[in-house]
């Protein structure tokens, strides 16, 4: 029978109805010049136990994302069927292609997953990612943690991303879900972000399901405190959904945080370089900025008299997130600025 182009083309061995541990792949046909009649195979882990919700989490949706697939990984490995009620999926490399290169992108047809959904059954291989996600994956979810991180070219403090209420959620309930994250962050989102229709998270939204988002520190490496940090969160996630009873990782008290939380509220909070040249930051993560704060400025290697330009914060709030490389282009966003919820 030849599929409809709404059928997924990808295929798995999983039977998401089965108690048990189940470790297997999504089957992504592909068809490339090192590979004919290939198979993409992205690793996903299903631990089911009798009835109750399912709580699914993805990492890898960008590939230079690194803290949120190791987090997962390992909890792949130690998850077992007695320590859960209900069901736990989870898909650490979402875009493998792209975590294989450590691209934010995938180096198979150049897309940017999260920009991406919900995918086309007969796309391309990350619209057929894209598509099994929001067609298999998503129905089958109560709640959806999406862990991302600043990658190479930005790096946050660590923040959890809130959808402001869902369902029979108030925001005040969605907002106390994310705080037991243990993190320095909690943003409260306002879904002003102008591809933000596209996210993986905006496929909960749209089905009345919470979907929350990490914005782990990034700046294209790996530490042990946010590694430590990661896992935690998803522990205290995962027990306070009621899935999961008690701890499954040993206790590391130094690494739970009290929130703040902020709002983005708006485009203008995303800093643009003004222009191109080597960006030379004024401001550390975390530091309160007035509206008439010159944040950084821009110099000019190939014209080293040429004054530098100054670049301005124009929003009042504190310094969520700023580019990690030095040269800068025009249009770049070189700092986020949030505001106190
Ligand atoms: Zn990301």
Redesign the pocket.
Known sequence: MKPSSTQSLVRSDIDFDRDGKQVSFLAVPISTNESAYGTLAIPIMVVKNGQGPTFSLTGG??GD?YEGPIALMKLSRILEPHHVNGRVIIIPALNLPAVLAGQ?CSPMDGLNL?RTFPGKADGSVTEMIAHYFSSEIVPRSDYHLDM??G?KTLEYIPSIFVPQAHGDSSPAKMRRAAEVFGIDIVVLEDDDFPDSGRFLTAMFTRAGKPGFCTELAGGGRVTPAVVSMAEHGIQNLLVNAGIVESSILPPSPGTHRDSRIVRVEDRQCYIMSPDDGLYEPFAELGDPVETDQVIGQIHFPQHADKPAVQVPAGRSGLLLCRRIPGMVARGDNVAIIAQPA
Do not use: L
């Open positions: 949706v960008h994302e934010r999260n991302h991180s990658g």
